[in-house]
Nanobody, 130 residues
Framework: QVQLVESGGGLVQAGDSLRLSCTAA?????????MGWFRQAPGKEREFVAA??????????YYADSVKGRFTISRDNAKNTVYLQMNSLKPEDTAVYYC????????????????????WGQGTQVTVSS
């Protein structure tokens, strides 16, 4: 079992930056898991944000069009942590952000495999005021 703990959310103004962290709080490392971030805005379904590969094409990243060029996903396997650097934040980025990972779903498939993902964090709130 892998427990994921997010941190770094908060209230910021449009144009500001935030960095979210997701750490595996368990003995089992996720160094072989491809990892991703999803978000859910009020009244909307959860949507894919970004993913990073640790297996095939290690380090390759994938982004939703809505965040491409503004958000950067990265990981530090020594710390069992994945990050989401969010720049030029917009009010429409307001959501609860979740990190997720699964040993059997590659990063390039995370965007379309949400329902199959095994491991999720509890979520961290990001609020961007205009």
């Amino acid at each position: 079992q892998v427990q994921l703990v997010e941190s770094g959310g908060g209230l910021v103004q449009a144009g500001d930056s935030l960095r979210l962290s997701c750490t595996a709080a368990s003995a089992r490392t996720f160094s072989t898991f491809d990892m991703g971030w999803f978000r859910q805005a009020p009244g909307k379904e959860r949507e894919f944000v970004a993913a990073i590969s640790m297996t095939v094409n290690a380090g390759r990243t994938y982004y939703a069009d809505s965040v491409k060029g503004r958000f950067t996903i990265s990981r530090d396997n020594a710390k069992n942590t994945v990050y989401l650097q969010m720049n030029s934040l917009k009010p429409e980025d307001t959501a609860v952000y979740y990190c997720a990972g699964d040993p059997y779903i590659p990063a390039q498939r995370l965007a379309v495999s949400e329902r199959q993902v095994d491991y999720w964090g509890q979520g961290t709130q990001v609020t961007v005021s205009s």
